[in-house]
Each structure stands twice: as structure tokens, then as C-alpha cells.
């Protein structure tokens, strides 16, 4: 009986396994829960004790749909969103970090703070915040794909504070994990574009300059252009 039961349990794992996130868990009495949704109410009340076992090549039809929600509303990559949540969190809703980023697009709570998020386990909040940031980022980086994910691994004080990609071991690796997902090349000695100040004044004879370089001892009156 046991045996029949322990390859009835591997025929079920295996073929699970193609498909989707595979959650186990024997309780007490020896009984076997065998589950591929997190929705399970037997995982609510036990997921401190519940192992994933991650597919990350399968996404849930729901994620599917939230992203490419979130993709045509927020004007960001489908794919990027994706490959983002992937290496964050492998599409698991409950995930926590050391650092105590939560769930798919791994949320901390200043970030959740900041859009609004009441509940960061919730994947529809959890992935529109994470949307939402990537968008902000791509736009504070003139859509360069590099530091947009330095930031947002490791943050932006961290890219402003170096320039560029930051020297972690654990921020360039998420950098080559999401770009390779992605299929595309990547610098890690980006930098961060100074912005050119352009400067208009006047000159003693009257004539107006409008040049980004203002003279070293010049002492009339100047106006800095956006």
C-alpha cells in the first residue's frame, strides 16, 4: 500500500511539474497535500512550513493577465515585467527576503509606501507598485535598461552614490540573470549621464551667450536654461 501511494505521489509531482509551482506537505496524521496553487486554503494557514518547488517557466494565467494590464497601462515591456519578477521572486506571491522585500516583484516597504500598497502580498498591488517603479527608473535613466535594474536591485542611492552600476556581487548578477532571460547584452560599466547645464548671459558689449560653458571669472548676471 505505501508503495503504491509513494509512486502515485511521484507520477503526480512529475507530471505537475510541467505545468506549474508544485507545493507538498504531510501533516500530522500522515496525510499527503499535494497543491499547484497557492489559493489552497491549507497553505494560508501552514505556508511557513511549505516548501515551493518553482517552475519559473510557467506563470500563472492570472500573473499573465495583470502584467499585460499593467504592461500597455504603464508603457513598460511585457517581457522586461517579467523577466524582473522571474529573478525577484519566481512568480511566488510570498516570497520574503533577507532584506525583507516582499512578494513577486519583491516589494520593500518604503517602495510599497510610496505607490500606496496596503498589502504587499496581494499580486495584483504587489505587481502595479513594481510596474510602476521600473517605469520611474526607466525614465530617471533615459531608458537605460542597466541601471534601471541596478537601481532597482540595489537602489537609487546607490547608483547616484557610484555613478553607475554599483561594485555588488549581488546587484551584477541580477543584472546578467534578467538580461539573459531577456537575450540581451548588457554594460556593467554603464554610467550615469551628467547632465549638461546650459547657461545664457550677457557680455559687456551687450551680446547675449547662450553656451554650457560660463567663463571662469565672469561676474554679470546669468540664467541657467532647462
Do not use: C, W
Amino acid at each position: 500500500m505505501k508503495k503504491r501511494l509513494f509512486l502515485l505521489v511521484l507520477i503526480l509531482l512529475f507530471s505537475m511539474s510541467l505545468f506549474s509551482t508544485i507545493i507538498i506537505k504531510q501533516t500530522k496524521d500522515g496525510k499527503i497535500i499535494i497543491t499547484n496553487t497557492p489559493d489552497n486554503p491549507f497553505y494560508h494557514k501552514k505556508k511557513k512550513s511549505i516548501k515551493y518547488i518553482r517552475n519559473t517557466n510557467y506563470i500563472p494565467f492570472k500573473y499573465k493577465k495583470k502584467i499585460e494590464e499593467l504592461s500597455k497601462k504603464y508603457g513598460v515591456k511585457k517581457d522586461l515585467i517579467i523577466a524582473v519578477a522571474k529573478v525577484e521572486s519566481g512568480f511566488n506571491p510570498f516570497a520574503v527576503s533577507r532584506k525583507g522585500a516582499v512578494g513577486i516583484m519583491q516589494l520593500m516597504k518604503e517602495t510599497a509606501d510610496k505607490y500606496g500598497i496596503s498589502n504587499r502580498y496581494d499580486y495584483e498591488q504587489n505587481l502595479e507598485a513594481g510596474v510602476k517603479h521600473l517605469k520611474e527608473l526607466l525614465k530617471k535613466y533615459d531608458n537605460n535598461l542597466t541601471l534601471t535594474l541596478a537601481a532597482y536591485n540595489a537602489g537609487i542611492n546607490a547608483v547616484e552614490k557610484y555613478g553607475g552600476v554599483p561594485p555588488f556581487k549581488e546587484t551584477k548578477n541580477y543584472i546578467r540573470k534578467v538580461m539573459k532571460i531577456l537575450g540581451m547584452s548588457y554594460d556593467l560599466n554603464a554610467k550615469k549621464k551628467t547632465k549638461t547645464i546650459i547657461y545664457k548671459y550677457k557680455l559687456p558689449d551687450g551680446r547675449i551667450v547662450i553656451s554650457n560653458n560660463l567663463p571662469l571669472n565672469f561676474k554679470g548676471e546669468y540664467k541657467i536654461l532647462e
